[in-house]
């Protein structure tokens, strides 16, 4: 089929250990999903529904690679993440069946312009240009389910040249990730190809161009990012 322009190259993301990749279809993104998070940033973590937001596909930023500190900010911030990708499609999924859906597993950073998200929070708009910028979706390979399991527990972290800013347990989280696809897919038909970062612990915090944020889960890759 003939286009106006070359249309970019597929977004994807490497697979541990094959030379095959992981075609990205849509990056969705939850809130205020760790108790002490929800706290720090001056909310109350009661059991509602979780917040749902998005980033643009080309967002990503693979293990090792250079991140330019974004533009707008003057304070931009690191949340380490565990990343969920999905296999099989799926529309109102059951909770019960919601892990069939899942690939495999994966450390992400949801970088955010906590400058503007709070200025939009408090105009009570969206937090699209907080959230859905250039390089904002950083992300290691992608380990299949069939080979690291199900991760429902394990230590989460994050260090910033070394120090610890982010500690916490997956079990942690308000909405495990059969409760989050569940949720999700009454809003959304998910498809093979959906990446869903789950949420951030406590710590979050500025980084500045020269600093190296490293962090991991569990049973996963360390992802390691220098700001430029």
């Not at 408090?122 to 069939?146: M, N, Q, Y």
């Not at 999700?184 to 500045?208: N, Q, R």
Request: glycine share 10%; aromatic share 8%; net charge negative.
């Amino acid at each position: 089929m003939p286009y106006l322009f070359t249309p970019p190259e597929p977004v994807s993301v490497a697979i541990a250990g094959e030379s095959i990749r992981f075609p990205v279809h849509r990056i969705y993104c939850v809130g205020r999903n760790y108790a002490e998070h929800v706290r720090e940033m001056g909310n109350n973590p009661v059991e509602e529904p979780p917040v749902f937001f998005s980033k643009p596909a080309d967002a990503i930023v693979a293990n090792g690679v250079d991140i330019p500190y974004a533009s707008r900010t003057k304070n931009l911030h690191y949340e380490i993440e565990l990343v969920v990708a999905l296999g099989k499609p799926g529309r109102s999924i059951a909770t019960a069946q919601a892990l069939e859906h899942v690939y495999g597993y994966a450390v992400g950073n949801d970088y955010t312009r906590r400058d503007l998200q709070a200025m939009a929070k408090e105009a009570g708009r969206p937090w699209d240009v907080a959230k859905g910028f250039d390089h904002s979706a950083a992300i290691t390979a992608i380990h299949p389910a069939s080979r690291v399991g199900h991760l429902e527990r394990g230590r989460i972290w994050l260090n910033v040249n070394g120090v610890n800013r982010q500690e916490a347990d997956l079990s942690d989280m308000i909405w495990n990730v059969p409760a989050v696809i569940a949720e999700l897919s009454t809003f959304f038909e998910l498809c093979a190809g959906d990446l869903i970062y789950m949420g951030t612990p406590a710590g979050v915090g500025p980084v500045k161009v020269g600093d190296v944020v490293t962090g991991g889960v569990d049973g996963l890759d360390i992802l390691e990012n220098r700001i430029v």
